[in-house]
């Protein structure tokens, strides 16, 4: 599977009303502390924001909603994977991105047969406090030899300045929240990701 090389992931579907029309094909909406109501009508817009641009949308964690919306694809963290049942996500034709930080938790991935695996944090991250350091780019190409043809995505302290680096080691998708949500200049921040990641 090849995968569209640039991923931003944004946590309110305003942030996809204003980006999808500049060319992202493959966006995250990562949604914490909302009545169900509220991430129900967030999702479905999404939804239908990403079909009507040609994206595909990653719902994070919110598994049994992406089932019930009828929505492609969602990423599950190391702690969502334990309360999440990923049989009923493959049987209702989901696919699946999964977190990883050490060599147990890519195991641990690998055996549920992801769709893509993302590691991080690559860099200092300012988004999440995380008992994990940097990982650091080296660790990219160890994991994409492990990973082999699933697509592997780098997130974590990612910019514009440091994706090429990042695919020079192996990384086939660069994925950035803080660099383009408190950047200045957010969609000219989004049309030099799409640039850099031609």
Known sequence: MTLPRFYPIFDDV????????????LVQLRIKDQPQDALRAQLTESRELCRAHSALLVVNDHWQLAIDLDCDWVHLGQEDLDAADVAAIRSAGLKLGISTHDKAELARALELKPDYVALGPI????????????????????????????????IGGMSTDRAPGAFDAGADVVSAVTDITLHDDPEGRVREWLEVCG
């Not at 305003?14 to 094909?25: D, I, N, S």
């Not at 300012?126 to 492990?146: F, N, T």
């Open 14 to 25: 305003a942030w996809l009303r204003r980006m999808l029309p500049l060319g992202v094909k």
């Open 123 to 154: 860099y200092p991250t300012i988004l999440k406090k995380m008992k994990w350091h940097q990982q650091g780019v080296e660790k990219l190409s160890e994991w994409k030899d492990r990973v082999g043809d699933i697509p592997l995505v780098a």
